[in-house]
């Protein structure tokens, strides 16, 4: 296993996805929305495909939403996450449209691990609101708490 | 009618031994394996002019031909996206073959999976891509990935944890009929299920497919030839690939309807190609390697309703002497996990009337690659 994998995974920034990092890094969760006919999508993407449109607006969005899914990880794995085992990984439906779906973990509070909330306690359908945990001078990734 | 339509048929089948470390290198493996198969046909390695394997293989065609000693290859192709992959080179070779691009195809999987790095493990430090919304997460395993959606299908349809044993035993049980199974000798109890330990939440270790060294091919030819070959032909009856609307591999969540995954595209066009539908189908070898894609595989290519693929599972349907046996060979769970390929060779087997859990009057077999990730599937007959 390379050295790397010791160390936390980071999302590459690129052209598409860049203004949701930077509204990360300032605490906003933002999602893109088409400016030819207004859909989202998510992830970021260089094409609309319900106009073709190559332009989007990033909204700043409530940073609610519900619980849709969940999975509690157990070793092997990376180390970084071998230490944190078993965490919890939960997939978010934002309150704005459902099928904008985000992937992050439920902490108690900012800054707290991915591993402090009792995976029992966990249910599909909890309402969640986004915080932020800074990782890199360039990345924020959000977590969430529960609402 | 289809143009497709039992117009071509596997001849011949060839496989390494499985285990866990195999010696020799994936490049020896998978000419071994496509020898054994040549010879199963009767066919000459000379003879061989078309090749399919997977994007994910190793060996490409010119190390492969140049060591089987194949002649003019006329016709070759790749199918991307893993696991998905395995049915999609014999529907790419079938139909070069009814087009007169090629007449003897061969396709392979040579994997050392068993011995070799984990997949998931070689990811850099910056992700790209969709992923980079995913493993910084620690959402890092197909296993994690496959587990979101599986959480989700059990709240959604009341899916349980006998379900997915329903699985993993039925596999087991199989397994256990099969001398060439990696998991011959080892019995599964439901108590041993439900007491493992867990890799992702709700999975435990037996909801997961081994990790296995192997190879295996199959040989595809014209059904005029295939009646001059030694072993009874198993016509290749209809095919088809899926990619649905929106789809991302593996972590689908980002689509209305993430539980109706590629299963449900490449369903469409299997059958719109097929006379036979799922109500004549006696075996199944469906891509298991997580035991939650039997139950979405069963509802994706229409062997029951939406939500129904858990019960479906109960009452050892999917076992020998079942309503449909499932994996008969032991599958991705209990025989060897190849990227599906061993399902291949087993719903020929069905199709001889050779396998250890041979289903008495099985004249159709499905085979499927995996769902969760772009696919294909086709529909073999005697």
């Known amino acids: ?147 | 009618m289809s143009t497709l339509r039992d117009r071509t048929a596997i001849v011949g089948i060839g496989e390494t031994p499985f285990a866990k470390k195999l010696d020799g290198s994936e490049l020896k493996l998978a000419c071994q394996a496509i020898v054994a198969a040549l010879e199963d046909a009767g066919i000459e390695a000379s003879e061989v002019d078309g090749m399919a394997s997977y994007t994910m293989e190793t060996n490409d065609e010119v190390a492969v031909a140049k060591n089987i000693g194949a002649g003019d290859v006329t016709f070759f192709s790749k199918v991307h996206y893993g696991g998905g992959a395995g049915p999609g080179c014999v529907g790419h070779l079938a139909m070069a073959v009814v087009t007169g691009q090629c007449r003897v195809g061969v396709a392979w999987r040579s994997r050392k999976r068993g011995s070799g790095q984990r997949p998931w493990a070689g990811v850099t430090q910056e992700v790209p891509g969709a992923a980079g919304f995913t493993r910084p997460f620690g959402l890092l395993r197909p296993v994690d990935e496959i587990g979101l959606l599986t959480r989700r299908y059990m709240h959604e349809y009341g899916g349980t944890r006998d379900h997915l044993a329903n699985v993993a035993l039925a596999a087991r049980r199989h397994a256990n009929r099969n001398p060439r199974a990696i998991m011959y000798e080892k019995r599964l109890t439901r108590e041993q299920y439900m007491s493992a330990r867990w890799i992702s939440e709700p999975l435990c270790l037996f909801d997961n497919c081994l990790e296995t060294d192997g190879a295996l091919a199959c040989v595809v030819v014209s059904a005029e030839r295939a009646r001059d070959c030694p072993h009874p032909p198993a016509y290749i009856h209809a095919f088809g690939q899926g990619l649905p609307p929106q789809h991302q591999t593996m972590t689908n969540y980002w689509n209305e309807d993430p539980l109706r995954g590629p299963a449900w595209a490449c369903a469409a066009a299997l059958w719109r190609g097929s006379e036979i539908r799922p109500a004549d189908i006696k075996v199944a070898q469906f891509y298991d390697a997580f035991s939650p894609l039997i139950p979405l595989s069963l509802e994706g290519y229409g062997f029951c309703k939406r939500g129904e693929g858990g019960d479906f599972t109960n009452d050892g349907a999917i076992e020998i002497g079942g309503r449909l046996p499932v994996n008969t060979s032991g599958g991705g769970l209990s025989e060897a996990y190849v990227h599906g390929f061993n399902l291949i060779n087993e719903g020929v087997r069905q199709m001889r009337s050779t396998s250890t859990s041979q289903v008495a009057g099985a004249d159709s077999c499905i085979v499927t690659a995996g769902e969760g990730v772009p696919t294909s599937a086709m529909i073999l007959r005697k």
């Not at chain 1, 890094?25 to 989202?40: A, F």
């Not at chain 1, 966990?122 to 360039?138: D, K, N, Y």
């Open chain 1, 1 to 147: 296993m390379s050295e790397m994998t010791e160390q936390i995974l980071v999302p590459e920034i690129d052209e598409d996805n860049a203004p949701f990092w930077e509204g990360a890094r300032k605490g906003e969760l933002r999602m893109p929305r088409c400016t030819g006919c207004g859909r989202s999508w998510f992830p970021p993407r260089p094409m609309c495909a319900a106009c073709h449109g190559t332009e989007f607006q990033w909204e700043r969005v409530s940073g609610r939403g519900t619980i849709w899914s969940f999975v509690v990880p157990h070793p092997p794995l990376l180390p970084h996450f071998m230490k944190l085992a078993p965490y919890n990984v939960i997939c978010v439906a934002l309150d704005e449209d459902p099928t904008l779906r985000l992937i992050g973990n439920l902490v108690p509070e900012a800054g707290d691990p991915i591993n402090a909330v009792d995976p029992a306690a966990i249910r599909i359908g909890a309402p969640v609101r986004v915080v932020f945990e800074r990782l890199t001078e360039e990345i924020a990734l959000p977590r969430w708490v529960r609402a």
